[in-house]
């Protein structure tokens, strides 16, 4: 069922001679799937089509594109077995990750084929004309949202589905009306090859233009750079490091007409530790810290690599508590020796820096590519004059900074790059008490969770999956959850339009029965 061939629209391609294989990191083997990386010729011939694509679907109904969606769902479900045991094969993480990410993915899909069907993410707003109005005359006015053109869609390590192939991008930027070319990640190339015939076959069941979806191939960055900087790209979704995302970004604004690049990257997640919290539940916080930095290999982007608290006696048994909750616990298989090596790699660096003191550190020997877990302390002063203290390791491991006082978590919360997530555990008094610590927390994050672990993002309208600078290129936008559809859209005005050729959201009599501004006022009433 793998043929190792690049879709481009509804037809295999293979016409390179650049080979790659996907990695067992589990057997430490090549798999047995040759790849053909993506050709020039291939390159263009997908974004033509794509183009092509956009001229109709584009003006597709909320519904049609919404049975589209679900139709994808329903054929990555039939993919079955052979879906799940290629995942597993090609990132070794196990059975149940793979099945929940599976039904992660295609609840994302139908979330989104939900809003279609709702109809009022469009944003239709009317203002009507006032010819009598003094001193001059209102004009009628009307606006809503529309589709940008085909995008570009980064597959990544990490979740080989949610985020990847027919990940959230993917799923945001159809339903928002944008042909979409994925760049396969090479860890999961098999992986994404299947969903991509599922993919394809929705496609032609519900009956959509060929070249809607491609999938390219490739194992370095020639094919991603190619592809941003196509000049009928219009957009970019990429979820990965930081060199990579910046990398995209930089090229993207280099381009004759610059393209918007929604690039997730690195987060180390801070977390503080309020008194209350180490005081009444230290223990308790101890043991489920340890298992969310274990999760997965640490390899989530919401790893809570950092954690702060005042110096104290409770801080010290904290200390203690999850250096022994997190030493029992088992490593695990990481993504790719190249993953693993980078993990290893900053690791050392981090622990080598002067006043770093190894809280856990898991020496018992283990397979191949499997993570050995470490959490090292600092004080905040150190903490302070060293940036490299502030990076991601991308793996099982944290560091917890030990403040002198107040003034100085707040210090420390303030010199922190752009997060994904920040956590507050303590009782709902400390907020209060603590105004500046949880403000200067709140300036750093997109998403800040109070007596709880970050590890773990729901999809729903409310979820803010992005934060300032390097968490993410645009802090406004979310690459999770349906607003993540706003990212492949622009406003448009039609001003003194003839009611004949309105789009039908701003026609007079509302014949979709959308939610629409009428006059700054909300509402489904007729014109």
């Given at each position: 069922m793998?043929?190792?061939k ?37 390159i ?14 584009k ?6 594109k ?15 077995d ?8 090609e ?8 099945r ?9 899909l ?16 009317i203002?009507?004309?006032?010819p ?21 869609v ?33 860890m ?5 090859e ?11 069941k ?14 370095g960055?020639e ?32 381009r004759?007409?610059p ?10 997640n ?6 209350s919290?180490l ?7 101890a ?6 930095i ?13 954690i ?11 200390l ?11 490593p695990s298989c ?8 980078n ?10 820096q ?21 959490v ?16 991601e ?63 773990g ?10 934060g300032?600078?390097p ?10 959850g ?13 001003q ?10 701003l026609?007079?009599?509302?014949p ?12 489904k009433?007729?014109?």
């Amino acid at each position: 069922m793998i043929t190792g061939k690049n879709y481009i629209g509804n037809e295999l391609s293979a016409k390179g001679n650049t080979t790659y294989h996907t990695f067992d990191p589990k057997l430490n083997l090549n798999t047995e799937w040759t790849f053909y990386e993506a050709t020039e010729e291939e390159i263009d011939s997908a974004v033509q089509k794509a183009y092509e694509a956009f001229q109709s679907y584009k003006n597709f109904s909320g519904n049609k594109k919404a049975e589209f969606l679900d139709a994808i769902a329903e054929e990555i479900e039939a993919l079955g077995d052979i879906l799940i045991e290629t995942y597993m094969k090609e990132s070794g993480l196990p059975e149940g990750r793979a099945r929940g990410e599976r039904g992660r993915t295609m609840g994302q899909l139908r979330a989104f084929s939900n809003l279609l069907r709702e109809g009022s993410w469009v944003e239709a707003t009317i203002d009507r004309a006032q010819p009598d109005r003094e001193p001059l005359p209102k004009i009628d006015i009307r606006k809503m949202l529309f589709p940008v053109g085909p995008i570009a869609v980064f597959g990544s390590s990490n979740f080989p589905l949610a985020f990847s192939t027919a990940g959230g991008d993917t799923a945001s930027a159809l339903a928002a009306g944008c042909p979409v070319i994925v760049k396969s990640h090479p860890m999961h190339s098999g992986t994404g090859e299947l969903v991509s015939s599922a993919v394809i076959k929705a496609a032609e069941k519900t009956g959509m233009p060929d070249g809607l979806f491609s999938n390219l191939n490739s194992s370095g960055i020639e094919v991603g750079q190619q592809l941003v900087f196509h000049p009928k790209i219009k957009g970019v979704g990429f979820t990965g490091s930081i060199k990579g995302g910046t990398a995209l970004y930089k090229l993207a604004n280099d381009r004759k007409e610059p393209i918007p690049v929604f690039a997730e990257m690195g987060s180390i997640n801070p977390v503080v530790a309020l008194p209350s919290a180490l005081n009444e539940k230290g223990e308790e916080w101890a043991e489920k810290y340890a298992g969310s930095i274990m999760l997965g290999a640490g390899q989530f982007c919401t790893n809570p690599g950092l954690i702060l608290g005042i110096k104290s006696t409770s801080l010290d048994r904290f200390l203690d508590s999850l250096g022994k909750a997190i030493e029992k616990l088992e490593p695990s298989c990481m993504l790719h020796p190249n993953i693993h090596a980078n993990y290893e790699k900053g690791k050392q660096e981090v622990s080598g820096q002067g006043g770093a003191t190894v809280i856990a550190d898991y020496s018992a020997s283990v397979a191949d590519n499997y993570g050995q877990q470490k959490v090292l302390t600092v004080n905040g002063a150190n903490f302070l004059k060293n940036p490299k203290l502030h990076q991601e390791v991308f793996g099982p491991f944290s560091i917890v900074v030990r403040c002198s006082d107040a003034a100085e978590l707040t210090e420390v919360l303030h010199k922190l790059e752009g997060q994904l997530t920040g956590t507050v555990l303590g009782s709902a008094g400390e907020i209060e008490s603590y105004a500046k610590v949880v403000d200067a927390l709140t300036s750093r994050v997109g998403r800040i969770i109070f007596n709880g672990v970050p590890t773990g993002v729901e999809v729903c309208p409310s979820m803010q999956h992005g934060g300032p600078f390097p968490a993410s290129t645009d802090s406004r936008f979310t690459s999770v959850g349906t607003s993540a559809i706003k990212r492949w859209v622009r406003p448009i005005s039609f001003q003194n339009w003839p009611q004949e050729a309105l789009p039908e959201e701003l026609k007079d009599d509302n014949p979709l029965g959308i939610m629409r501004i009428l006059d700054s006022e909300h509402s489904k009433d007729q014109v």
